[in-house]
């Protein structure tokens, strides 16, 4: 199975083409907030391997609003193009271990905590106060985050060779919103 993914949740973004277990291409760029115009560099160098695909996989998130709309569009249009399935998995899943925890910073003094058991979500992507999300932490298992929140955590971003890897779990391609949207209302 020829699958790609994308995956631009956060501040280093991939790209991955796979067959079976076989890497064939695989690229990681830096990816800001709202700026990430590797991204489209990288797709279009990938675009170009690619003879055949059985799947069209993308991260869903949470993570920076703009870089998952940017790139679940993306997948969308090469999906399409292409004539292959388009599918999303929950970027927290984009690590290599079976056992881990994730935290995010979310703003307005709120993180976000999954913990990944088996290479399942054990309990999906909850907001908490800092303290709160920090004694959901097992001892032992490893922490990822995409920022320094926490000593011991290692500050990673989710990998499309690990989404490619649990391909199995995907479901719609649709964003994963943690909050609603923050929308400021004009004055007059």
Known sequence: MTILTIE????????????????????SFENPRGRGT???????????HINSLDLVLVGTGPGSYNSLRASIAAAWGLARARSAP???????????PQEYHVLGDARANQWFHAHILDGRLASPPALLTPDE??????PDVPVFTTSPLVEHAHCASPQSIHLARRATQAGP?????????????PAC
């Not at 631009?8 to 690229?27: F, P």
């Not at 590797?38 to 170009?48: D, G, H, Q, S, V």
């Not at 999303?88 to 984009?94: A, P, V």
């Open 38 to 48: 590797a991204f489209f560099e990288y797709l279009e160098k990938t675009n170009r």
């Open 86 to 96: 388009l599918q999303g998995i929950c970027s927290l899943l984009g690590y290599e």
């Open 173 to 185: 391609a649709e964003p994963i919103y943690l909050k609603p949207p923050h929308i400021t209302k």
């Open 133 to 138: 999300a920090k004694s959901r932490l097992t």
């Open 8 to 27: 631009c949740s956060s501040a280093i973004g991939s790209i991955a083409l796979t067959r079976d277990s076989e890497v064939l291409h695989e690229y």
